[in-house]
């Protein structure tokens, strides 16, 4: 398995890819938004740009596309209209029978790699580690970092906003890294995984 292939596939375990017998579905994140395949956002120019949307065994319409993505948002204002402040606590299975937009799921997956390819991994190659460069690194601690990346965004995951981390991993002390690389409240299956995935590096680098 490639390094690529590695990382969707952690990805996809912690984001899935909701997907039925039609194809995959869009749905709504716990922020609201319109989300799409292995986590992807999108606004309605993108969705409606995504190429392969079909309702049964046709391709969906222009308009159709709109409607679609009009009602996940109106269910998402409902929601959170009901209850201010309020996380939307739907599994995206929810969202399966709100919408009849289907996508391929191969679309999902190499829209996945694409993201990888073009936008995440540069730019993990891109912050400044004082001792080490990301693809030196071993896979263990760039399986974290990724998956890092693509929960918060790249805009919110660099140097400048986690220090402790990227210090700790550019000196490879993958002990104290595990202990930085959390998010929220450092709870949850997620976190767990990443502490012990980037615990594994100290293992296999002893």
């Known amino acids: 398995m490639s390094n690529i292939d590695q990382f969707l596939a952690d990805l996809i375990g912690k984001e899935g890819l909701p997907a039925d017998g039609g194809g995959a579905y869009a749905y709504l994140d716990s922020k609201g938004l319109v989300t799409m395949g292995v986590g992807e956002h999108l606004s309605l120019a993108d969705f409606a740009r995504v190429g392969g949307w079909s309702i049964g065994d046709r391709f969906a319409t222009h308009e159709e596309l709109g409607a679609a993505y009009a009602a996940l948002v109106e269910l998402g204002k409902q929601y959170q209209g009901e209850h201010p402040g309020a996380t939307v606590p739907y599994a ?6 709100f919408t009849v937009t289907r996508l391929p799921v191969a679309v999902c997956m190499q829209r996945a790699k694409d993201r990888l390819t ?16 990301f693809n030196d690194l071993p896979l263990a601690v760039q399986r974290v970092l990724v998956d890092l990346a693509w929960n ?5 995951f660099s140097v400048s906003r986690w220090p402790l981390l990227f210090t700790a991993v550019s ?3 993958f002990r104290a890294a595990s202990l930085q690389c959390v998010t929220g409240d450092g709870t949850g299956a997620r976190n767990t995984w990443r502490r012990q995935t980037m615990l594994s590096a100290v293992e296999a680098t002893s």
């Open 92 to 97: 995206a299975e929810h969202y399966a029978k």
């Open 118 to 133: 073009v936008e995440f991994l540069p730019h993990l190659d891109s912050q400044v580690l004082v001792e080490a460069q």
């Open 152 to 156: 918060v965004g790249c805009g919110g």
């Open 171 to 173: 000196r490879r002390d």
